[in-house]
Nanobody
């Protein structure tokens, strides 16, 4: 059974940085796509970024391109989301997710989810 555990959230001022981690366990992830989603209070869950574990190819939502970077560490079975130049509109609960469809941005295509970590950006 896939288990995903996020960490690294917190409170940061606008313009600051945070790095989120997602520790993955329960199976081999070479055939998986790992994604980050976020959900702000009162809003729908939104795709942020994803990475194909086997080759490291990535894609992002336009609003975070140039500011966020998704990566993975094979040895640690961990996926990261480096977030720079944070803005108040980035405030949300961030979720790590695992699926098998590369290129999708829809949360329903991801089958395993972590519990989420809160990111709050103050202005």
């Amino acid at each position: 059974q896939v288990q995903l555990v996020e960490s690294g959230g917190g409170l940061v001022q606008a313009g600051g940085s945070l790095r989120l981690s997602c520790a993955a366990s329960g199976r081999t992830f070479n055939n998986y796509v790992m994604g980050w989603f976020r959900q702000a209070l009162g809003k729908e869950r939104e795709f942020v970024a994803a990475i194909r574990w086997s080759v490291g190819s990535t894609y992002y939502v336009d609003s975070v391109k140039g500011r966020f970077t998704i990566s993975r560490d094979n040895a640690k079975n961990t996926v990261y989301l480096q977030m720079n130049n944070l803005k108040p509109e980035d405030t949300a609960v961030y979720y790590c997710a695992a699926g098998t469809i590369y290129g999708t941005r829809h949360w329903r295509d991801f089958v395993s989810w972590g519990q989420g970590t809160q990111v709050t950006v103050s202005s």
